[in-house]
């Protein structure tokens, strides 16, 4: 008879003992533009309410024990992850795998896809993307499966250094899916819309993972009561 698993990673209330907590946040709002082009559009800040969000999930992760900060390198979430580790006295970790997913990388990067494409050529991508929640909807995207595969390497790797402790990972909502897709065995690549600065948890031991929590935004919505149009 094979021996119980001692380790509830179900359990909310359980202790870290012998497994990692990640608490995944998404980075704020972004500048975005349909001018941009296709290179710009992988690395904007924060807008002005994207800062107003990042200081918001700061502050409320401040009252949470915080073992570790490790961010994508991308300035968005620098800047979200930043803040957040401000509150422990710790600095970010950074980590290039954990950068987004890129659906221009194989577009001319001088050029911006929304301004040489036809409209209805782009909207259908979106469209399709939206409808299926498959990243094959993307015509000049990077790899989809080669993209899940080196974030959830990166995922594996923090887990296995941080048992019995609590992880902040300011990233992005590709990376995020990536991480609940695995955890929940989707067979999509966007199971969820996950929102600026949401927090979506997930407990891991060894190759296990658990969710406990997704996109938990109540932190915005003091000031927050839409969500841009170039922002989704």
Known sequence: MPRARSIDLDNPFAPLTGLCELILVRHGEQVLSRELSARETVDPPLSELGERQAEAVANRLARTRVDAVYSSPLRRALRTGTLIASKHGLEPVVRDELSEYEPWQKFPADQSPFEVLPHEEVAAMFRDHIRTRRYGAFTYAEDGAEFHARV???????????????????????????????????????????????????RGADTRRAVQSVNDFTHVLDFQSHVGAMNL
């Open 152 to 202: 959830l390497r990166q995922i594996s790797s923090i887990v296995d250094a941080h048992l019995g402790r609590r992880v902040v990972i300011s990233c992005h909502g590709g990376v995020i899916n990536a991480v609940l897709a695995d955890a929940l065995g989707s067979a999509f690549d966007m199971p969820v819309r996950v929102h600026h600065t949401s927090l979506s948890v997930v």
